[in-house]
Every structure is written in C-alpha cells, then in structure tokens.
C-alpha cells in the first residue's frame, strides 16, 4: 500500500511470495501498521510522515511476524551517510537514481515522494549515467521497455526530475546540447589538493613551492597561468632547486591545456539553487580530476552549508531577524563508483575533504550516499561515519568482510532461501539478485531484506539515439 489515502496511489501487490526466511526475529523495525510501511533511516515520531520517500518493498518472510511486501522508506529529514556496496550489475547506480528521485523536485506529483521538501543534490556522475534522470523511459527504446512494465506492475507513473543541471568538462562530448560547461577555480584549490593532486609530498621541496605560491596569490581569483608564472620568476626563489619548480610547472602546464581551470569557472555557490539536482558527467575525465573536483565541491559545501547554518542558530538565539541568502539548508552529495574518486591505496585530493565532511557535515546538513564495487578500498574516516548501508550482491570474502563490518545494526544468523538453511551472512548475500539488498540502519534491529522499486525516470547506460 502506502501512506496514501487515496486508493491510486496504492503501489502494485508486487510480492506475494519471497525465497528468503529469515529465520531471526525482527525485535525492532519502524512499523507503521496502517498502509503497511516501514520507515529506515530515522525514528517515527506519532503522526509524522513527512519527508519520506519510498525505495521499494521488504523482500523476506519471517518467521512469527512477517513483514512481506510492507512498502520500505527512507527519511530525509536528517542528514546521512548512506554506503551502498555490490559487485558489478548489482544495482548500485540503480540505488543512487531510486535516492535522487526520491530527494528531487519531480516534473509530476508522485505517491513516492510523501510531504517531501526537494533537496539540493551534486552528482559525482564517473560513468555519464545520470543524465537520464532528467527523461522518462521512453516506449521506442528496448531497454526501457522492461522498465516501463515493471513500472505497471508497481503501480507507479513514468516520470522526470524537474530541470536537473548537467555539466560536462571542457573537451568532453556534449550528448545534449544542454550542458553548461564544469571548470574549476584555482583560486578554489588548497596547497595540499594541488599537492595530492601532483602528487607530491606535503613536506617536499615541491610542496613547498606549492604552498608558497598558493599564499603568494592568496586573496584574488587568479588563472593556472599566473601560478606558472609565479614558479617561473626566478626572483622568487632564490634558495630552490630549479628542477623542484619544473616538476611542478611541466605538469600544471599540462593541465592548463586541459582547460579544466579557470577563474570563470563553477563557483560552488551556484550550484545550489533549492531543489536543483547537479549532475557532473566526468567520465572523460583522468581518475585524479575526478578526486580533485570532488575534494573543491565538499569542502566549498561544507563551508558554505556551515556558514549558513551557525548564521541561523545565532539568529534563533537571539531571537533576531535572518536573512536568508538562498542558501539551501541541506545538500545530499552522491559519489558513484567512490573508490575511484576517494582510494585508500594513493593521495587523492578528495580523501581529507570527504572525512572532513562527514565528520562536521551533520551539523551543516550534509549528507553523503556512496557506492562502491570495493567495499575494502574506501577511507575508514569515511565509514566510521556511515548510518545506513544497502548491500548488495557480493562473491569475494574479502569484500564481503568489508561490507558487513560498516553495517550498521546486527547481521542475519540464519535464513532459508530457496529451501536451502545458509547459517552464514556472507552467503545470504552471494546469492542476491541485482536491485536485492540488506538495508542496514539504526533503526531496525538487524539487516532488513529489501527490493529496491523500479526507477520512475529512464535509468542510463544506454546511449542516446
Ligand atoms: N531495483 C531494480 N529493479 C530492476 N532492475 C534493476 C534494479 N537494480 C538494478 N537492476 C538491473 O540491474 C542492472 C545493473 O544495475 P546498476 O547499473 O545499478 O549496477 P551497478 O551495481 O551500478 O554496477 P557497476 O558496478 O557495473 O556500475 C540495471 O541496468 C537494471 O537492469
Ligand atoms: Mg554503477
């Protein structure tokens, strides 16, 4: 069913049967008996449905309660760290959609969304997927066909997020003519991102060129061409080694050809207009750019979303008038593919800015949702932060470890699937099918079995006709 009173906007009867019994006892779980819903990611208040958005249906039997086919949702009032783990063709990238569609102003009303205020999202897009977010499936493209009857059968309506914003690089193919151009400002760079992004040490004869130049052209918004030339005037360094400065220089030289930066380019700001969604197609870009635009947009963000809201409790305390600037008061940053933006095995510019968001974010309403195919290669700063997990399908023990460990809440014992008893929770989730996972989070007693529901806007990865 679904918070909904009105009978139209009752979902589909999707499950009537599961393979999976789950054999331990679901002790707590936000159950809200009328319409038969159950609510991850916060705890309910009596009454209060607000700011829900619906992800798909439980997916388990159990034994003495049986939750079945109860429709699953995700609170957005408060911000998360949401990690979203499977291997490849799991339903990852799928999940993400299914979230931002939830969270995005939608061209039509629709039953997923109850009473929900549009939020602010930045897609870190590293497979150009996202952009159909902004289109529904369309009956004259195969993929989508399935999609469309899949959508019937869930009784939900086709659907497109209301104006998404696409940005794509300099050099990259435009495929809709649409795009605004993503630069960056060096001026927006720190001394240690140029040095991680270079590759140089912190506390190297490089990193301290960097670090000098940096402050030298402090304070203005300056080009990549006035760094170089500030490296290249030998007045300036009198005691370092040339070949220190053309380490430095031969590689910015190398991207400033890129045209990747600017002093025109993207001003965090900017992308937050309320409700807009920001999908940043870097696919064509190096791994290192990706880190590095990445690190800009979550440190400007925390800057700027804790500005605005240590402005707002001081205005509340006082009581006295505040000025709101259009400063959103919460922003959702999605990184797809996370491994390769933030790894734990190389410097990446984004890594100290990501453990720097999630650690301060909450205060400055900023939540992060990541996916990942390497649940092993991410920071452990990250995790220790994570709230909610959804996990998919996984096949190597090791990554399986990793997945389970940042689960939130207590794992599975013992589940029957398919007549078969598994006693191990590693098993339980090899034998997943894509768009099946383990939602974990503080709110329920262990690991919930959850189907994730068709996507309402056509899903990516096929090219556009
Ligand atoms: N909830 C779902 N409902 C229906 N089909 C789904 C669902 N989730 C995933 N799929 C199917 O599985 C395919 C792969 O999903 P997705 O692109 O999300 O994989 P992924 O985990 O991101 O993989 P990769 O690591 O290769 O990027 C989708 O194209 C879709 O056909
Ligand atoms: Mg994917």
Redesign the pocket.
Known sequence: MSFSAKSGDHFGTVLDRSPYAVEDSLVKVQYVSRGQNVVFGRSLRAGDHSNLIYIGKILESGKGRSYLAADAWLGTTFPHVIYIT?T???????DLGVIVEGISRLSDPSPLQNEVTPITSIIIDT?NQFWTLGYPPRVSVPENKDQLE?LKRWNLEPNSLAAPKVYVPPGSPRFLGTEATLRIRPSDITAEEWCAFLDQEVYSPQGHIIAKTVEALGGANYELEDILRYIGDDDHWPTEAESSRNAISYRLDDYRRTGLFSSAGLRVKDLLEGGTCNILALRELRNEDKSLITSVIARNLFAILGKHHSKKKTASFFETPFDPDGTPDRVWLVIDEAHVVAPTTQISPARSALVEYVKRGRDAGLSLVL?T?QPSALDDRILSQVNLTLS?RLSFQSDINAAINRIPTKSIRAMKYAGTNLTNFGDMIRVLE??QCFLGDHASSRAVLVQ???RVTA?G?YSPR
């Open positions: 499977g490849r063709g799991s339903g990852k990238s799928f497979q899949e996916a195919q998919h894509a768009g994730i529901r068709p899903h990865g």
